[in-house]
């Protein structure tokens, strides 16, 4: 009687095993994409009042003070001298950065083309006027347009960025451009065009 017990609990196990690999191997949790940052970027080209009112308006959105970006080389035709300040841009994680994200997408009606993505798994895309986005405009401040940049990333990526004990990451682990197309449709049913028009 024994005998049959055991013989019936190694059938058990043997039928219910691969069941339960397959099964983990669906619902991988370090294969699933997340956002790890966005950041979102006003370019004005040119110091002074206009460059602050776009400070404004990004504190605003995103309730952060935003940094100040310098050109990088003297544009003579555009009026822009080196190190001068041109431009502001905020970082935003976490649950904010996926409302933000959501209201950019919602403006650009889901839309987006394949040349929005990089071969890294990021991708950007930009919109013309920032009242679009529920912001109440302000004759005072103007309309801005802006960038927005957002960087997919895996479980388990930190071990590149940390400072002690750095490790590689196995190729299949990073993330591709077909991998962030694919979670972009999936998760906020979008469509991707191929060409611009």
Not at 111 to 117: G, S
Request: with cysteine.
């Amino acid at each position: 009687s024994k005998a049959t017990v055991s013989v019936l609990n190694w059938c058990t196990l043997t039928t219910t095993t691969p069941d339960i690999m397959s099964a983990q191997k669906k619902v991988n949790p370090m294969r699933e994409l997340k956002i790890a940052k966005m950041m979102i970027n006003v370019c004005v080209g040119e110091s002074g009042d206009r460059l602050v009112k776009a400070a404004k308006v990004v504190e605003q959105l995103t309730g952060q003070v935003p940094v100040m970006s310098r050109a990088r080389i003297t544009i003579r035709s555009f009026g822009i001298r080196r190190n001068e300040k041109i431009a502001c841009s905020a970082t935003i994680r976490g649950d904010k950065a996926e409302e933000l994200l959501e209201r950019g997408l919602k403006v650009k009606e889901y839309e987006l083309f394949h040349q929005n993505f990089s071969k890294a798994g990021n991708f950007g895309f930009g919109i013309n006027e920032h009242i679009d986005l529920g912001i109440k405009y302000d004759p005072s401040t103007g309309i801005f347009g802006m960038d927005f940049y957002v960087v997919l990333t895996r479980p388990g990526m930190r071990v590149v960025q940390r400072k002690m004990r750095a490790q590689k990451i196995a190729k299949n682990h990073r993330v591709t451009k077909r991998e962030a197309m694919n979670w972009f449709q999936q998760k906020y049913d979008g469509v991707i065009l191929d060409k611009r028009h």
